[in-house]
């Protein structure tokens, strides 16, 4: 089974340009989450989506970061301008929420470099 | 909101066994995750609590005190390939998300 996939896995470009992160969920999971992992941080939920309605977006950093999620097997997180202390690694998760403990699946992430 | 304490950092050797503590604050709870994370790699499901007491699973076990805010991770037998960071991550009856803690690097020598 396909996992949750995310792209570019690596992204490397100048402050003040667009930078747009994409995710396909698992197959048939109603949920997904954006997080943002730094050394300084550790692993912070931005925004999570619930059949496709976003649910929670208090993690969002400011107006500069947005997320869209047109249907259930494809969602955006858009940062623009782009900054330096954007740099960072982003998963995308889904899951199954419906049952107890259904765990998150996360993707292989996106290492975001802002130069 | 939440609080999630784990130790920093750890080290054990292969072949012994290693507890991996999670004291935590939420509002409300509503489970409690562990997860797996390699250098460089995403975040694997470990095991999932949300009664008390211990959950087994093969090499790894988990546990709960609700009353305590309290949860560990037990690794048996330990192997180098379990040299890892080991999140930690209640969950608050805020809906579905989770809140990771900074998790705990283990390091298993020979």
């Known amino acids: 089974d396909a996992g949750v996939i995310q792209s570019p896995r690596h992204e490397v470009t100048e402050m003040g340009q667009e930078v747009t992160l994409r995710c396909k969920p698992i197959s048939g999971h109603n949920s997904l989450f954006w997080y943002r992992q730094t050394m300084m941080r550790g692993l912070e939920l931005l925004i999570y989506?619930?059949?496709?309605?976003?649910?929670?977006d208090s993690g969002m950093p400011e107006d500069r970061f947005s997320a869209k999620m047109p249907n259930a097997s494809f969602s955006t997180l858009k940062i623009q301008p782009s900054e330096p202390r954007d740099s960072a690694v982003y998963f995308c998760?889904?899951?199954?929420?419906?049952?107890?403990?259904?765990?998150?699946?996360f993707g292989d992430g996106t290492r975001l470099s802002i130069l | 909101g939440q609080n999630i304490d784990q130790p920093t950092e750890m080290t054990a050797t292969e072949g012994a066994i290693v507890q991996i503590n999670c004291t935590y604050q939420?509002?409300?709870?509503?489970?409690l995750f562990w997860y797996q994370q390699h250098a460089g790699e995403a975040p694997t499901f470990l095991s999932y609590?949300?009664?008390?007491g211990l959950e087994e699973k093969g090499r790894f076990s988990s546990f709960l005190s609700r009353s305590k805010g309290y949860s560990y991770l037990l690794l048996k037998e330990l192997q180098m390939k379990d040299s890892a960071s080991y999140l930690c991550a209640p969950r608050g009856n805020s809906g579905y998300a989770l809140n990771f803690g900074k998790g705990t690097s283990l390091l298993v020598t020979p």
């Open positions: 609590n949300v009664l008390d």
């Open positions: 989506f619930n059949n496709n309605v976003p649910i929670d």
């Open positions: 939420t509002s409300g709870f509503n489970g």
């Open positions: 998760a889904s899951s199954y929420q419906g049952a107890t403990g259904q765990p998150q699946h």
